[in-house]
């Protein structure tokens, strides 16, 4: 066969190797020798080079490829008359896929040639062992260098001024001390289901347009039942019956065009059991004060004369779910600082991981009971992972990134909690996002480290924390149109309708770049209980508000852009209610502070 040594460099300089000429001429023997083409040979070196460590090519290097790769593939190979032929081509090639550690090397090594997404390489240069990384301090972990060629560090962020600045307070801050006991004492955390907990991996888009209409119509008739039981309705009236007198509507808001929501084009999309689904235009120009957006539930009393268009004269507001009741179970609730943090972790011009660093510094010097840290880990709108300028493969850098966390707080004693994110790039942008998984997670820290879904409600100590990544946030605030006689803050108003359509994902359709699965959705992201704090990381601004009697906090993201963001701290103590004061929170002070 006819082998160019020409086309070998090539295959060889796209994963920046360069190659002595007597190299090159060995390697062209060992194709014609074993039957391999260029490109084939030349994944096979790479793979084994990362496979086994070896930091450069030499002619030692390609005498154990050749001894332990293809020698052994050959002798494996069942031959006729003893002779090489196609017979022995063909036979390498079935290996190939049977073996599957190496057909997952392989695979991650696919050239650019054949449009392969795959092609995030790790270079021989830089292979990732456990025994270089459980040695080493957290930023010889992190080390950019290993997979980055470019890892300056970002000036903007390292030249910031304002560090530890504390951007706004809620509370009671003064006096308290904000360092907690490392962990020590009786901790629980453990997830609370609605109706159950998502722990593992499921297959996605195998839903159909008859689910998603199920899923739709049970969150209208289950919230309709609430809202009929709580203000004494009677009866609801089917949407396009005609009526003289006064009516009451169930439904869901839609919008009659694909544009953005506006005053002119609400329509209300009934229940399948009292309207079968149907629609019907809403004039709300006789409504004093409302605040809609698609897909919130609603129930509206008004005129609807010709069955054609409804008028609205009032809008009942929906009630949130009662708070969770601490048991025995629970333990006994002391005092407790808890830290949160969201993602992403590096600057937008660097992938040095320098904000982290400095995250895991204030976790080791203040020793948070609870760390809670939000994705994304390895964000896939930086800018060297959209440009694909990475040299190692996105699961790989998540690990190492996992590793210094998890390795760089030991000291704190900190239990760690995880939430992923639909923006971590080595992971199905699906929602509801199930847990990260992690293999090497050590046995002394399996106590400490909690893997949790997105979205998620976690008791700590019978706490309940409403969590979630995405920025619903933004993305309702987008959609969401309003009227008021008096001041209203936009933000409270997004936050209550978040807690009284007791969903963490209330909109729909939902915002472009989120992929729902909405079986999956209807099963675990509903909020079980009101929470007592709300953690809703967002790009807008910071801030902490009480809503509804749930503590809701934005910390802001650890980067913004070129610069240094916020993350936020809470201190906990249960309070008993004196006289007829009612519930009081359990979360009596919180910062959102500068990293």
Not at 172 to 185: D, E, M, T
Not at 308 to 336: C, S
Request: net charge negative; proline share 6%.
């Amino acid at each position: 066969m006819s082998v160019s040594a020409q086309r070998l460099l090539e295959e060889l300089q796209i994963f920046d190797v360069d190659c002595e000429e007597a190299l090159t001429e060995k390697l062209v023997e060992l194709c014609i020798l074993y039957g391999q083409d260029e490109e084939g040979m030349v994944a096979e070196l790479i793979a084994f080079c990362t496979r086994t460590g070896k930091g450069c090519l030499t002619s030692e290097t390609l005498n154990s490829f050749e001894h332990e790769c293809l020698s052994k593939k050959l002798s494996r190979v069942p031959r006729d008359g003893g002779h090489a032929g196609a017979r022995d081509i063909v036979s390498i090639q079935e290996l190939i896929e049977v073996e599957e550690e190496e057909e997952s090397l392989l695979n991650s090594y696919t050239t650019p040639s054949k449009g392969s997404q795959k092609r995030a390489i790790t270079t021989p240069e830089t292979p990732l062992t456990k025994r270089t990384v459980s040695t080493r301090s957290p930023h010889q972990l992190l080390s950019p260098s290993s997979f980055s060629p470019s890892a300056t560090p970002s000036q903007k962020y390292n030249s910031r001024n304002n560090r530890g600045e504390v951007v706004t307070s809620f509370g009671s801050a003064q006096g308290v001390s904000w360092s907690g006991r490392g962990g020590a004492g009786d901790i629980s955390l453990k997830v609370l289901g609605g109706p159950e907990s998502l722990t593992g991996s499921y297959k996605s888009m195998f839903q159909k347009l008859p689910d998603i209409r199920d899923v739709l119509t049970c969150k209208i008739e289950e919230l309709g039942s609430e809202l009929k039981e709580h203000y004494k309705i009677e009866a609801f009236t089917p949407v396009l019956v005609p009526a003289q007198e006064p009516v009451t509507l169930l439904g869901q808001i839609g919008c009659d065009t694909n544009g953005k929501l506006n005053s002119k084009s609400v329509i209300l999309e009934g229940d399948r059991e009292h309207s079968s689904g149907a629609q019907i235009p809403v004039n709300l120009s006789e409504l004093k004060e409302y605040s809609l957006f698609p897909g919130q539930v609603v129930v509206m009393e008004g005129i609807n004369t010709t069955g054609r268009r409804f008028i609205a004269t009032k809008l009942y507001e929906g009630v949130p779910l009662p708070f969770y009741q601490p048991t025995k179970e629970d333990g006994d609730f002391e005092q407790h600082m808890v830290l949160v943090a969201c993602g992403p972790y590096t600057t937008s011009d660097s992938i040095t991981y320098d904000p982290l660093l400095d995250l895991i510094a204030i976790i080791n010097r203040d020793q948070p009971d609870v760390c809670i840290l939000f994705g994304p880990f390895l964000d896939a709108k930086h800018e060297q992972v959209e440009n694909c300028l990475l040299t190692s493969p996105f699961e790989d850098i998540f690990k190492q990134c996992l590793r210094t966390i998890i390795e760089g707080t030991r000291s704190s004693g900190s239990h760690l909690v995880f939430v992923p994110s639909v923006r971590d790039v080595h992971r199905e942008p699906v929602y509801p996002q199930p847990p990260f998984s992690y293999s090497d997670l050590p046995r002394d820290d399996r106590k400490r480290v909690q893997f949790v879904s997105e979205p998620c409600s976690l008791s700590i100590n019978g706490v309940i924390f409403g969590l979630t990544s995405t920025d619903l946030l933004f993305h309702m605030g987008a959609e969401e149109i309003s009227s008021a006689s008096r001041t209203s803050d936009r933000l409270s108003r997004i936050l209550k309708h978040i807690l009284t359509q007791r969903s963490y994902y209330p909109l729909y359709p939902p915002q472009e770049d989120m992929a729902i699965d909405y079986e999956n959705f209807y099963t675990y992201a509903q909020l079980p209980v009101t929470p007592d704090i709300f953690i809703i990381p967002s790009e807008l601004k910071y801030f902490v508000k009480d809503v509804l009697g749930c503590v809701c906090v934005n910390p802001g993201r650890l980067t913004k852009g070129q610069v240094g963001g916020t993350f936020g701290r809470l201190f906990l103590r249960r309070q008993q209610a004196e006289g007829g004061e009612g519930r009081r929170s359990p979360c009596t002070a919180v910062q959102v502070v500068r990293i």
